[in-house]
Nanobody, 116 residues
Framework: QVQLVESGGGLVQPGGSLRLSCAAS????????MEWHRQAPGKERELVAG????????NYADSVKGRFTIFRDNNKNTVNLQMSMLKPEDTAVYYC?????????WGQGTQVTVSS
């Protein structure tokens, strides 16, 4: 049974920080490319960050470069997203995504709200 469970979302003030976590199970986590996506109401889902199984190769959306960091712990089957200098436009549901070849899995998402 494949599972991706996000946690760590919540309400934070602009300029604040938040760390999201995704716990994976039911597949060989260490060989999958992991991503974080987000979707705001009425908008399409967008890629925020991705990290290869090597841990060293990452990519980020231009809007979050310098503010967000993706990292993973293959021993614990987790991938995290450290978010800093948060802005109201970062408000969205954040989803964990795992992919390798034709395989692709999604979590249920965790809400992040950046507001005063």
């Amino acid at each position: 049974q494949v599972q991706l469970v996000e946690s760590g979302g919540g309400l934070v003030q602009p300029g604040g920080s938040l760390r999201l976590s995704c716990a994976a199970s039911g597949f060989t986590f260490g060989v999958y490319y992991m991503e974080w996506h987000r979707q705001a109401p009425g908008k399409e889902r967008e890629l925020v960050a991705g990290i290869t199984s090597s841990v060293r190769f990452t990519n980020y959306a231009d809007s979050v470069k310098g503010r967000f960091t993706i990292f993973r712990d293959n021993n614990k089957n987790t991938v995290n997203l450290q978010m800093s200098m948060l802005k109201p436009e970062d408000t969205a549901v954040y989803y964990c995504h795992a992919t390798m070849g034709a395989a692709a899995y999604w979590g249920q998402g965790t809400q992040v709200t950046v507001s005063s």
